[in-house]
């Protein structure tokens, strides 16, 4: 690559404004680069470059995913391809590219500009080689993406297909350095860029409540629910990964079998081996007949192990087993092995990566759950989501009493609600709910067809609560700045940019409430330590200023009329 080269990619890439603007960019220059090394190689019109791929995946699960796929013909369906799980782990674990010779299992690498193998067979897993041979991929090329602290965060890889190339260099060598040039020139927008802003989701009975928070991690679960490979879900307790495992199966290939769930948390270490793969009579004491375990009971459908961490170091060398053979024998059973024949997610609540750092959590099995990871923020992050999720848990609780009836909740009660804070998640909210609505009934008498949960009933239900305080200033200016960010994300999804600068009219809001509240500039200005000001009569003239910052950011926002009228001229 040319220096003239290099600085227009720079510059489309300073162009871009999104996460998955500046992907397809490093993306495109990526397969190009690789397709003009294949026309100078030796095996020029025996093979095709494929695909590129690009995601961001810190410790804690996927954030983005960006594939380009030029075997995609215009107005085809899109298929939905997975980063190979494989090529990660050996990614991060070694810090630097690599190249994967599919169908030989092997990993290589160069120093020096010579072949070097890392490992043969290092390419393991049986399902990432069909799944990669599958669509057409005997070689693959795996870069790191690193955040700006250095550390490896992503992954960008670059597929082909040239079956007579199996067992060589390819055309890698001679891409190596121009692929890590891009990389290293793209990540740097990669990690600061945000995502493209995802259309509105479709509700359902399993997701009845879908807020842009959570819009970007849905439109990712959409695409791994459709996938065999397991799926772990982290996030913290109550934040609702058991209603999104049940979702992901009620959009996957086994939609129609048996969804099981084993929560760890409920079951002693003894017999969690026994829950698991189930037991034959006289196995152990109290065995007194055949039991299945949940293998059994999710034959074709999916299994879902929360607190995957509480699991026994002895249950959990038996799990991989199975993960690995997909075959189990019931406690007691002298029979041949089972067939397992279930796709698996896991929850957890804790870093499974800290645990394995512990030595509480096998770290083979960490690698093995995490092929598809995610992570379920809490409730307060999700807070545009709180009064959509208190209305249909309203409606649901009173529909327990009385079927097709109606439940509202009074206006105000939003506010309350999103002024706490929720440790508790979605599960503390809805105790929140419950008891409310047992308050209401208190007030109103048997429940009729239709029911008005007002602010006081929530206000008395919250005083009940502990670690649910009303919010910080703190945390109310930065609930103003998450509104600003999401006005600027709808700006940019009609062509538009708010103007950063336009920030700067919060002091002016400040200002402005606080004469209002005191009725007397005088006192508004004295009440921000700005006596001298008022002494010198000159904060007539700085309150107009930030009122017309004010006012220029209600134009922006498309809001009619100034929001405190003539406060900026001066008093006669």
Not at 41 to 61: Q, T
Not at 105 to 116: E, H, L, P, S, Y
Not at 153 to 164: D, N
Not at 481 to 498: C, D, F, H, P
């Amino acid at each position: 690559m040319n220096q003239r080269h290099i600085l227009a990619f720079i510059d489309r890439l300073r162009k871009a404004r999104t996460f998955e603007d500046a992907a397809l960019t490093m993306l495109r220059e990526m397969l190009d680069a690789a397709q003009a090394a294949l026309a100078e190689s030796g095996f020029s019109g025996r093979g095709r470059v494929l695909r590129g791929m690009a995601h961001w995946r810190p410790s804690d699960g996927y954030r983005r995913l960006v594939l380009l796929d030029d075997t995609q013909r215009s107005g085809e369906p899109a298929i939905h391809h997975l980063p190979s799980a494989s090529a990660w782990r050996w990614v991060v674990t070694r810090e630097g590219p690599i190249a994967i010779d599919v169908p030989l299992g092997r990993v290589w690498t160069w120093q020096n500009d010579a072949a070097k193998v890392l490992k043969e067979g290092g390419f393991s897993g049986q399902d990432s080689v069909l799944r990669l041979t599958s669509r057409d991929t005997s070689h693959l090329y795996a870069i790191p993406l690193r955040a700006l602290h250095g550390a490896v965060e992503g992954m960008a890889t670059v597929e082909a297909g040239c079956p007579r190339a199996v067992g060589e260099d390819f055309i890698f060598p001679a891409l190596q350095e121009s692929l890590e040039l891009l990389a290293e020139l793209a990540a740097p927008y990669l990690a600061t860029l945000p995502p493209r802003p995802a259309a509105a989701g479709v509700t359902d009975d399993l997701l009845p409540v879908l807020g842009q928070s959570m819009a970007g991690l849905i439109d990712m679960l959409r695409v791994f629910a459709l996938q065999e490979e397991t799926l772990l879900i982290g996030g913290p307790t109550g934040a609702g990964k058991s209603r999104l495992a049940r979702w992901c199966h009620a959009r996957s290939v086994r939609r129609g079998a048996p969804f099981e769930v084993l929560d760890l948390i409920a079951v002693p270490e003894e017999l969690q081996m026994a829950e698991l793969f189930g037991w034959k009579k006289g196995a152990f004491t109290g065995a007194v007949r055949d039991t299945p375990g949940c293998i059994t009971r999710a034959f074709k459908g999916t299994l879902f192990i929360d607190e995957i961490d509480k699991l026994s170091l002895k249950a959990q060398a038996g799990l991989l087993q199975l993960l690995e053979s997909r075959t189990y024998r019931p406690i007691g059973d002298g029979a041949r092995e089972q067939q397992a024949n279930v796709r698996f997610i896991v929850g957890s609540n804790v870093d499974l990566y800290d645990q394995v750092k512990a030595g509480r959590f096998r770290e083979d099995l960490y690698y093995r759950i995490n092929v598809l990871p995610v992570k379920l923020p809490p409730l307060d992050e999700r807070r545009d989501e709180i009064g959509e999720w208190a209305r249909f848990m309203a409606l649901r609780r009173h529909r327990e009493s009385v079927p097709g009836g109606e439940a509202r909740i009074a206006a105000g009660v939003e506010r309350l609600l999103v002024e706490h804070t929720w440790p508790g998640n979605l599960r503390q909210l809805d105790n929140v709910v419950r008891r409310a609505y047992a308050l209401a009934l208190m007030t109103h008498g048997d429940a009729g067809p239709e029911i008005l949960l007002e602010e006081k009933h929530f206000a008395r239900a919250l005083s009940y609560e502990r670690g649910s305080e009303r919010r910080s200033t703190l945390d109310d200016v930065r609930a103003a700045a998450v509104a600003v960010v999401e006005e600027a994300e709808r700006q940019q999804g009609k062509g538009l940019v708010l103007d950063l600068e336009l920030c700067d009219a919060f002091r002016g809001i400040v200002l402005g409430t606080a004469v209002e509240r005191l009725g007397s500039k005088d006192a508004a200005f004295r009440l921000f330590g700005k006596g001298a000001q008022v002494q010198a009569r000159n904060h007539h003239k700085m309150l107009r200023r930030e009122v017309e910052k004010v006012e220029a950011l209600c134009k922006a926002l498309g809001e009619e009329g100034a929001l405190f009228g003539t406060m900026g001229e001066e008093e006669g």
